[in-house]
DNA sequence: TCTCGAAATGGAACGTGTTCCCATTATGTC
DNA sequence: GACATAATGGGAACACGTTCCATTTCGAGA
């Protein structure tokens, strides 16, 4: 398996940049009608138009594949939250606001955050890139909510914001893994923002 | 794939109880030795001296052998805890002292910790028995170490050892994944028991 | 327009988790 | 001890992620 999976910037031509968005289409689409499994090489070669071999030219592998989809979905998100104004009045209302929509948008699409979720929790260090930008991107939303005037936030409330990236991702797996309703994660996810940002 | 893997109840005859056992080691040492790609079934089955079929009929898949593994260690390191006093002043201090302890413990077999890990984030609802054990044992080590008098804790109590129990999963998820060190980790969890435990 | 190198294609092939089958062996009952 | 049943052994077979290669297509520069 190569190490590095193509970036945007390394894609020159339109055609390559339209290649790699029909895979990751593909793979959404894939992700979100039969969950992981469904995301089969294969199938998302056959359905982007392109052939297996260049489908691990641009991803190195399925974990890659699914953890850069996920950043796009996380990208779009902050995208929107960027415009939005977060209801709530203290951090902790704006942040619990935050991830219950989030969390709204993956109960509508379970499979996709079963697909998703797996992904990234199964990543080794070969993934290690998109795993960080995904953190990032996490972190960010978080910070965003906590203080949504705020341009710059400080290393307390980065740290805060890990915290809460924590419990929402192991939620999350709670949620993938059967152990917990989407009702008690969210009422943990709730509990737990409460105990940690004031 | 079947629903169940065989319980320790289920197995009458001592000749089963040393074959699971028997399995339960080699998935350990192989863990060990390679981490997560390295338990490959049939090495397992080698090893443990028993058909590929057998292993199967004692472990439904892979990820079950994995996740009951860890199941193992963690009631191991439990009872270890539960005789032992553990140092600090305050929950949180002894919440510290525990994880610590814990994580040294893997720091020493990163092999074997990335195998569980991985495992056990991988895993789907059919492993939902096996990863719910886990996860009351990890919470039983927590609120032990919060207050190791008491044998009875109430709900706030559970509800803060999940917090932690949840920062320690994504913790070592962030461990394996090479998004940061050991020594990271341990200062990232140590943080967020202080803002989480009071 | 022609040429050349890079990218894409189509498909074979390999490894490992998983399933299946059936002959053989243990286990428990009469 | 003989039998019925279940468990085990041994191994072939299948599925899907991944690799590889021979061939074709594409696109930029002469």
Redo the contacts with the bound molecule.
């Keep these: 398996?190569?190490i590095h999976a193509l970036t945007t910037e390394d894609l020159?031509?339109s055609?390559?940049r339209e290649?790699r968005e029909r895979i990751l289409d593909a793979t959404i689409t894939l992700a979100s009608q039969g969950g992981f499994?469904a995301?089969?090489?294969?199938?998302v070669?056959d359905r982007a138009?392109?052939?297996?071999?260049?489908?691990?030219?641009?991803f190195?592998?399925?974990?890659h594949?699914l953890v850069t989809a996920l950043a796009r979905e996380f990208e779009r998100t902050e995208a929107a939250l960027a415009d939005s104004r977060i209801e709530g009045d203290t951090p902790a209302d704006r942040v619990v606001t935050v991830l219950r929509w989030t969390t709204s948008g993956l109960e509508d699409d379970p499979h996709l955050t079963e697909a998703l979720t797996r992904a990234f929790m199964f990543a080794d260090r070969s993934v290690a890139t998109e795993i960080r930008l995904v953190a990032r991107l996490l972190t960010r939303i978080v910070t965003h909510a906590m203080h949504p005037d705020r341009d710059e936030v400080d290393d307390e409330d980065v740290a805060i914001a890990r915290v809460v990236g924590d419990v929402w991702l192991a939620s999350l797996v709670g949620c993938v893994t059967g152990r917990s309703t989407t009702a008690e994660t969210v009422a943990h996810m709730e509990r737990a923002v409460r105990l940690i940002v004031r």
């Excluded at 995301?39 to 199938?43: P, T, Y």
């Excluded at 138009?49 to 641009?58: E, I, K, M």
């Design positions: 398996m190569s020159g031509s055609a390559q290649r499994d995301v089969q090489m294969r199938a070669a138009d392109v052939a297996l071999g260049t489908l691990y030219r641009y190195p592998s399925k974990i594949l």
